[in-house]
């Protein structure tokens, strides 16, 4: 079976008016200088949801709906707990819910097994996931800051589970989706202007992207970046479609959204030079933001890929020995 993971024309409306909202309001130098201060910038927060758009990317519409708007944040490097108002979504009811989708109240989530929790310096309530399972939660003591490379609010704070939430099942795939699509669009922008520079810098009186060593690693980062972009819209169509695959989908699209756009990052320096790498340069700032993006827990993701193919590996091998036998 073969799928369409074109936006339709409403996705497509979406994607370009979050474009068109980061272009005027979320240009490089502000997600750039929130960075820099290590804080969630409130106002540009409470703006993005006022315009509705955290709406569309939570239980108002679908998961490619969110796709549509968390592939355009991620180009702009948009600073805040995206996934996490996006899993608070779908778990909250009434006024928790609705306080979280217009930006009045932050969303943190903690995992099993882990102190630092990111957002946890500014959020207004939290939630604990262990082994697919979504956890209302609290602060037992005060909340230590963490300096982070991505310039983000986390800290360590120890937190006591409550009461499960009646999530839907397969619920934590979308907070997976998520994460994967703000790390291959961002990963996709550093291509995008490592590619623009390579082809205007010049070297021995040529273009830099002329030569071979500057050209292919960005051809092959885009490649890469494109498969996981494909990766990351099926995975949100089949959770739009309650399939039993939309679990492993999405932490497959997760974990080759993170190896590709940290592949982007490494290449988009090697490409910009010293440049690349000063935070007041045109791409820094995005980079610290995947590799932030990449360094959040894997959570169950990785466990489910493993687990997945593992038990494929066994049916095979169940099957190839029943085969083999006279």
């Not at 979320?26 to 703006?47: F, H, Q, S, T």
């Not at 932490?251 to 190896?259: E, N």
Request: charged share 25%; proline share 5%; aromatic share 6%.
């Amino acid at each position: 079976m073969s799928l369409d993971l074109d936006f339709d024309d409403g996705q497509q409306a979406i994607a370009d008016a979050v474009n068109q909202f980061c272009r005027e309001r979320c240009p490089p130098e502000v997600a750039r200088e929130a960075r820099a201060r290590g804080a969630l910038p409130l106002e540009l927060w409470r703006e993005l949801a006022a315009t509705g758009f955290l709406a569309a990317a939570a239980d108002d519409g679908g998961a490619l709906e969110a796709v549509a708007v968390l592939e355009a944040l991620g180009r702009a490097a948009f600073p805040g707990p995206l996934p996490e108002t996006l899993l608070a979504s779908r778990v909250l009811l009434d006024d928790e819910r609705a306080a979280v989708v217009e930006g009045r109240a932050i969303a943190a989530v903690g995992h099993a097994g882990s102190t630092l929790v990111p957002w946890a310096p500014v959020a207004d309530l939290f939630l604990w996931v262990e082994r697919g399972r979504v956890f209302r939660a609290r602060a037992t003591g005060s909340v230590e800051p963490v300096e982070t490379l991505g310039g983000e609010p986390w800290g360590r704070v120890a937190l006591e589970r409550g009461e499960e939430l009646g999530a839907e099942p397969g619920v934590l795939a979308l907070f997976d989706v998520a994460l994967a699509a703000l790390m291959a669009a961002a990963g996709g922008q550093l291509v995008e202007d490592a590619v623009e520079h390579a082809r205007t810098r010049t070297q021995f009186g040529r273009p830099i992207g002329e030569f071979q060593a500057v050209a292919h690693p960005l051809a092959d980062c885009h490649m890469h970046l494109a498969a996981s972009r494909t990766l990351v819209r099926a995975a949100a169509w089949h959770f739009d479609e309650d399939s039993a695959e939309a679990g492993v989908r999405a932490s497959a699209a997760r974990l080759s959204a993170r190896a590709a756009s940290l592949e982007a990052a490494h290449v988009a320096h090697q490409t910009f030079g010293a440049l690349g790498i000063t935070l007041e340069g045109p791409v820094f700032h995005v980079s610290r933001f995947v590799r932030q993006l990449a360094s959040r827990s894997l959570g169950d993701a990785g466990e489910t890929v493993l687990a997945h193919f593992s038990s494929a590996s066994r049916s095979e091998r169940a099957e190839a020995q029943k085969g083999a036998q006279p």
